[in-house]
């Protein structure tokens, strides 16, 4: 974080001497306020980290002028240059408020290895102020499990990436853990003493943006009534986070692109430029090449945002991850939430490895501290997951049930064979939807599209493409089809009423609209 220095010093000799040796400071910002009228007002919106003034400046009586600085939000340091060399007057002001009290006659040289000194203890002010405020979780790489081949390709990249200093994209789905992995590289990096700045460029309207990124100077406009810091000046020795880039404002592109060229950036309504040291990463879920060609995306900031750039594979096409990243979670939310549950059924994992988590990581972590908080025993099962999970793998389950139960293994905690689980990635499986439909599945289709009603009830189970097939997956197809016909039953039966039909399977109305939209099947096709 750059640190600003509001100076305002009586003697302009002393003041040139002291703006010249402060200068050499790299992470110091020295504003000039000068000595005139409104000096004082300018100087307390500054939104300054550190007040170095002469007792001159101070409006009278002195208690009340230093009370206006200790009672700014960013609790600034007072540092008053005394013209006397009076222990009393040093006394009155220390007792008033300021932080330092240096007489304005002492050499150079102590003088600035004082405000060395306070400089220094400001820096660990700012450190602590940001860690205690937080206190949450560090992330971590080894937070990014992986058993699956694809994310150990990716950590390779990712750890070859962790030590340069060059701008990062990272992109992957909502949910992957961009977020997560910039922090981690942030954190695991030569920069992890300086600070991590997120800024979510999309959630902001655009001058509002613009602020966030860049900052204001008091009076740059209507209700600016004081000065503040853009995420650029904060993240100074550390890493800005730019997320959600792909939806960043055109004008603010440009604005970013020319930062980007020479790290510079000027303040809104401020003039001088300030150099920032910042390693920047940014992240989208939006397919950046199609914004481009759509006019939405400037190419020159692509090439220049892009240096290195890592997709993040969704969880769906790392299902070998899943045990890991659900046991990870169990041991978290059991520190976090002090609840004493050991581990996790076999089945509830087997289900969570079928499902195909639009939500990513994000949704994973919601349902294991969702299914702590159910769960009564010291295992979480099946019941404690949602009804979604359950219904994407409910054909599955039922086999699953039966071969556990006889193995006795249901409820202990979990210790699959992972092997078992690795199934389709969600984009394989929408296109066997589409290719690999068995038979059967395309004559019911057929029949659907042909008649808009219910297939026939003496529909057979399709046995041609059993050889090619095991035990398990033939189960599970004829699971699958048994339920099918079920539900046409039933909703042909309730003429399309749902409600009704799922009374009649006895199941909830929210399960048989799942079922119904896994299966394809409309109510519509049954209404007379
Ligand atoms: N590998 C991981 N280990 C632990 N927690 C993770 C991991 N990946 C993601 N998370 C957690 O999941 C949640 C979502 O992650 P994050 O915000 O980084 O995702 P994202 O890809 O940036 O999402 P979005 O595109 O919606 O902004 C966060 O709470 C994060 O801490």
Redesign the pocket.
């Given at each position: 974080m750059l640190l600003r220095l509001a100076l305002s010093i009586k003697d302009k000799k002393l003041e040139a001497q002291i703006e010249k040796k402060l200068d050499e400071i790299s992470d110091l910002q020295i504003r000039k306020f000068g000595r005139g009228n409104g000096v004082w007002q300018s100087m307390v919106r500054s939104c300054a980290d550190i007040f170095l003034i002469s007792d001159a400046i101070i409006p009278k009586p002195v208690e009340s002028g230093l009370a206006v600085l200790n009672n700014l939000p960013e609790k600034p340091m007072t540092i008053v240059i005394n013209a006397k060399d009076s222990s009393e007057d040093q006394a009155q002001l220390l007792a008033a408020g300021a932080d330092a009290v240096l007489y304005s006659g002492i050499s150079i040289v102590s003088l600035i290895e004082a405000m060395e000194t306070i400089l220094e203890s400001r820096r660990q002010f700012n450190l602590m102020d940001r860690y205690d405020r937080k206190g949450r979780?560090k992330?971590s790489l080894n937070?990014?499990?992986s058993d699956s081949h694809q994310m150990q390709i990716f950590m390779e990249e990712v750890h070859q990436v962790v030590t340069s200093n060059s701008t990062l994209l990272?992109l992957?789905?909502?949910?992957?853990?961009?977020?997560?992995?910039?922090?981690a590289i942030h954190a695991e990096g030569p920069r992890s003493n300086g600070p991590f700045i997120a800024v979510?460029t999309a959630g902001l309207p655009e001058q509002l943006l613009e602020t966030e990124l860049f900052g204001h100077e008091q009076g740059a406009f209507t209700g600016a009534i004081r000065a503040r810091r853009g995420a650029f000046e904060l993240a100074h020795g550390g890493t800005i986070f730019l997320?959600?880039i792909g939806d960043m404002p055109l004008h603010l592109q440009t604005k970013l692109l020319r930062v980007l060229q020479d790290y510079e950036i000027v303040t809104i309504g401020g003039e001088e430029p300030v150099w920032v040291d910042v390693r920047v990463i940014a992240?989208?879920?939006k397919d950046l090449e199609m914004e481009i060609e759509q006019g939405r995306f400037r190419r020159d900031l692509f090439y220049r945002i892009s240096v290195v750039s890592m997709t993040?594979p969704s969880l769906c096409r790392r299902r070998e991850d899943i045990p890991a990243?659900i046991r990870?979670?169990i041991s978290?939310y059991r520190k976090r939430i002090g609840r004493e549950v050991a581990g996790i059924s076999d089945e509830a994992v087997s289900l969570m490895s079928r499902y195909d988590w639009p939500g990513?990581?994000?949704e994973?972590?919601n349902v294991i501290e969702r299914a702590m908080l159910l769960c009564r025993g010291h295992i979480i099962t099946s019941e404690n997951l949602p009804e979604g999970i359950l219904n994407a793998g409910a054909g599955k389950i039922s086999l699953l049930k039966s071969i556990s139960a006889n193995r006795n293994e249901f409820i202990e905690p979990y210790k699959i064979d992972e092997s078992d689980f690795k199934t389709n990635c969600c984009e394989e499986s929408s296109i066997k939807k589409e290719q690999f439909l068995s038979s059967q599945e395309r004559a019911d289709k057929n029949y659907l599209a042909d008649n808009k009603s219910p297939m026939p009830e003496n529909f057979l189970v399709d046995c041609s493409s059993w050889e090619s097939k095991t035990l398990p997956e033939v189960t599970t197809d004829v699971l699958m089809q048994v339920e099918k016909r079920y539900i046409n039953m039933v909703l042909k039966k309730s003429c399309g009423r749902v409600g009704k039909a799922a009374e009649m399977a006895g199941i909830h109305q929210r399960g048989l609209f799942n079922k119904m939209k896994q299966f394809g099947i409309r109510k519509e096709d049954f209404k007379n």
């Open positions: 979780l992330p937070d990014f499990v990272i992957g789905e909502t949910g992957v853990g961009k977020e997560h992995l910039a922090r979510n997320d959600e992240a989208t879920n993040i990243l990870n979670f978290y990513n990581v994000r994973l972590m």
